[in-house]
């Protein structure tokens, strides 16, 4: 490819509102351009490195047997409905009426799609298990999209759905794709990858992992424990409980004025946030009815995914007026709001002496008991996991990081055949649900996650498994007839020899092209120059040590056979 | 592969409404599934189809200097209103607000998504020419789907747009591209494969061509001259005009009564459909003010395509209510409607003693004569040529036929790049918009199109360049163990050797197990039988000849690669 046809500009400027090294390198090497708010067009550069990406999530998915299909990005509403997912999922699904005035959806996941084509003819347990998988853009109308292709509405996907007799197949199947997104993930050029322990969300079911490429612009927050290795998402991650003192006090009221947040009362008497109890509550979404308070100690927040499990629905933060709670001085004794649901965090156990609101304004009770005056019924955990906390599989201190998701498995379970109607007879003639496992690969996400990861000050830093070329053969002052001939030649050289080039034949300073190769992140760059043709050696220079080799036009092919290796 | 887990069933029944052998077998032979009108899902045989299709195309593309983008499916209506086509297209376009009430189309073609590529960077005119692709999903809403893949809403498609500095330099280049497109076609096996003259339609230029497959159950109708290969689809085939007598006659008005159609006025007056003008209205879509009134020649009928592009809007049939025509008596003498735009095609030219409607109920004129009755400005071309007129080239007669449309290809001129204001500075500092082309392959029409054409009465057969596996592993009587072993030891050897395998190890009949050999259309079966076994020799079969040999297992592999060639 020559430079100067390249589609696409070369930028000095940071482009506005980019948070991330991926975002600005990639827009100012010229590998994307944005034409809405999360939706991207690949330029020739990303979308050579997404094919390259595709090929290797392929190749790793055909060695577990994979067959790869083409579900359709528009579906109809019925197919969504089977699942329910049509009305479970908000805003992010796009929907909208064909010419007919039907009602369609743009995939955001196939799940649906998925059973749907495997229905009619999957009939008997012997034909189990088998994995079916796409690589297919989809459509996700995200709320917040940032930072360039790590969140978008519109994007490519890999994305596989397996199918199994039992629990104990999925399992297995389970853990040879867990082993080959590590490949996969590798072959990419990826280092930092973790797995992490995660919440199946929309998706159901129970087990699910994601694959964290760990860096400080992440924008998922991750509990490590350096210790076992344990990785969770904040969202489903625990720790265990600090021992509280079982110390009783006497409950007494006292006034406290305008005394509301924490911070407030903690000052007002005198005691730590680790001896009050803070309540924060939350209205059901699609059910005014139901109000959900959760109480947890005062040093703790509410983690909402796993609430929002405990609830069995979506829930919101809610607006206390009307309600007859009293904003800073709700308390878990005297409560008495109708059919209010009530959870205690872990936290709050073995606490027998702590301050709480007194349920009307400008009062708290101090010296409250746990088991005492509340007595649940139980204690739960509510509460997200802090750095320091105790890791719950070895007791050592965790560690908070940030991620971003590359992809993810979940173990679906039965829920999308049974409620599809898919089902196989067993050898005794029984009927059965096939229990089924589904596995996603971002594919622009891993491209961005890879040049956030790779690249440096002076801009993007392919590995060589990936980069849209090999070589950036860069001639400087061509002007110079000798120089240009060379250049020239030894294009056309490589070509013939299957080498993959970006030839830079632009008449321009040696600065900029110099600047422009490691911009771009080419691995191989070869100079040619006055200099070098008075050495009769050629300058190659590795883009990711700046290591220098110089070798004879001769012995070029055979260097470049030892350097691009992956 | 084995069959045993391929997703997809075999059916014996053909479909509910298939209305085309391609159709047809695709679903018997699980090879598409639909999940709605006009959409479907490629189970894993037609997507390794598809990517081999994709990988032909890619690969001429590229020989050409193409530069492989990836363009948003989901784009903003801005970027479509720039270039008037938000207005200007109906239903066909998908329109539908996102989350933030914004307003989106879904792209059916993008040669808005590739100026706005180039925007930005494209500044001088020695980046010129350059030429940028994509191969993805569309949707275009059609009304009436059809025939499995042949007419589909959502499909994948080869799209390119090429940039130049001269119209010249675009006749080049689309020469280039003329000629890779047989390439392309031929390495896909397809045989009878035309280029036709064809209308620019929604796309707007003045220079096109259609790839066209000649099949009889294709849905365009196609003008070709035997003598001298000049082809056109009917919408833009011309033909010289028969010569008529020149013979004047009488003005008469004569009473006809019922008499309204050309069979009844012919029957009526003993005359013939050529010695009648007919009139034929048309409303301008959008204008109710705009009548139009197409008089031509009672055999002749009228081609809304050309009359479309004379009137410079869409147009539909009017209802004459209120509009003071008389239906079936309408004639070009004493016609007074005000403002309707008259047309007269040029079969009437020469006429000088015809029938006309007399503008009142029951009567018509007889001995009309266009120079002394009529006095038309000019004629034009609005009628569409039949089978036996004469070949504007060359004078011979006209054949029709039909076709699948496979691919176009257009010289668009500026319309996108000055609506857009995509300009490059040339060597004089003046400014100029570069002169488009753009490039189409339907990439699921061509499946479908190559198993049409090669498909008999046992199923498909499939060329060896796109098959989805060249051979087909098929041991009959897997209860015998010798059977068995050998068919389980040729697979892994196989294999290993990179050869492409559907092996068929279900426990079926020898009936069931050919039939579906057959069906599927894989170019290469290898039978291992009792009976092979007692030979000693494999029996190897050609789905598209028949034709059998007989081999050893050790000079298997070499059989092969002679028989696997493309």
Redesign the interface.
């Known amino acids: 490819?020559k430079l100067?046809?390249?589609?696409?500009?070369r930028l000095k400027e940071t482009p506005a509102g980019a948070t991330s090294k991926s975002h600005s390198y990639l827009v100012r090497a010229?590998y994307i351009?944005q034409?809405?708010?999360g939706?991207?067009?690949?330029?020739?550069p990303?979308?050579?490195i997404?094919?390259k990406l595709q090929q290797i999530i392929r190749e790793e998915m055909d060695a577990l047997?994979g067959?790869?299909?083409?579900?359709?990005?528009?579906?109809?509403k019925e197919?969504w409905q089977l699942s329910g997912r049509y009305d479970s999922i908000a805003?992010?699904l796009?929907?909208?009426k064909?010419?007919?005035d039907?009602d369609?959806v743009?995939g955001m996941t196939h799940e649906e799609?998925a059973v749907?084509?495997?229905l009619?003819?999957?009939k008997s347990y012997?034909?189990l298990p088998?994995m079916?998988y796409?690589i297919?853009?989809k459509?996700r109308?995200e709320?917040r999209p940032r930072a360039g292709l790590i969140r978008v509405?519109?994007f490519?996907m890999k994305d596989a759905y397996s199918f199994h007799e039992s629990q104990a197949d999925l399992e297995k199947y389970y853990q040879k794709v867990y082993e080959a997104y590590f490949r996969i993930f590798n072959r990419m050029g990826m280092k930092k990858v973790i797995s992490v322990h995660s919440d199946t969300g929309m998706m159901g079911g129970k087990v699910a992992d994601e694959f964290q490429l760990l860096t400080d612009i992440g924008e998922d927050t991750i509990i490590v424990c350096p210790h076992c290795d344990t990785a969770s998402n904040v969202d489903v991650a625990t720790s265990i409980p600090e021992e509280n003192d079982h110390i009783f006090g006497v409950k007494t009221e006292v006034f406290t004025g305008e005394a509301k947040t924490i911070d407030e009362v903690c000052s007002n008497l005198n005691k730590r946030p680790q001896q009050i109890a803070k309540a924060v509550c939350y209205a059901v979404v699609g059910d005014s009815s139901r109000i959900v308070i959760a109480f947890l100690r005062g040093d703790k927040e509410v983690n909402e995914s796993k609430l929002k499990a405990l609830v069995g629905a979506e829930i919101a933060i809610k607006d206390l007026a009307e309600t007859g709670l009293v904003k800073g001085n709700i308390g878990c004794v005297d409560l008495n709001i109708d059919g209010a649901e009530i959870f205690y965090d872990k936290s709050l156990e073995g606490l027998e002496s702590f301050v709480t609101g007194a349920n009307k304004e400008g009062y708290h009770y101090i010296g409250v008991s746990m088991t005492r005056d509340v007595k649940p019924e139980k204690y739960v955990d509510i509460s997200k996991v802090k750095e320091g906390e105790k890791c719950p599989v070895c007791g050592n201190p965790l560690l908070v990081k940030r991620g971003i998701e590359i992809g993810n498995i979940f173990q679906l379970g039965t829920r999308y055949t049974s409620s599809m109607g898919l089902s196989v007879t067993m050898p005794d003639g029984s009927s059965l649900n096939p229990i089924m496992g589904c596995y996603g690969i971002g594919v622009g996400r891993c491209l961005a996650s890879i040049a956030e990861e790779s690249s440096d000050e002076k801009g993007l830093c392919w590995p060589m498994s990936i980069a849209p070329w090999h070589i950036y053969l860069c001639p400087l002052r061509i002007d110079d007839e000798r120089v240009l001939s060379q250049a020239e030649r030894l294009y056309k050289r490589l070509l013939a020899e299957n080498f993959e080039v970006l030839y830079d034949d632009r008449n321009a300073s040696a600065g900029v092209k110099l600047t422009d190769s490691e911009l771009m992140g080419i691995p191989v760059r070869i100079v040619i120059s006055p200099k070098t043709l008075e050495s009769g050696k050629l300058e190659i220079t590795l883009r990711s040590t700046g290591e220098k080799f110089y070798v004879s036009e001769e012995s070029l092919s055979k260097k470049l056979d030892e350097l691009i290796v992956y």
Chains 1, 2 share one sequence.
């Open positions: 490819m100067s046809k390249l589609v696409g500009e010229g351009k034409v809405a708010n939706i991207y067009t690949l330029l020739p990303a979308q050579r997404n094919l047997d067959q790869e299909c083409l579900f359709p990005v528009v579906m109809p197919l805003e992010e796009v929907r909208f064909d010419r007919s039907h369609m743009l799609a749907h084509a495997a009619g003819s999957l012997d034909q088998f079916i796409q297919q853009t459509f109308d709320a509405r519109e490519t």
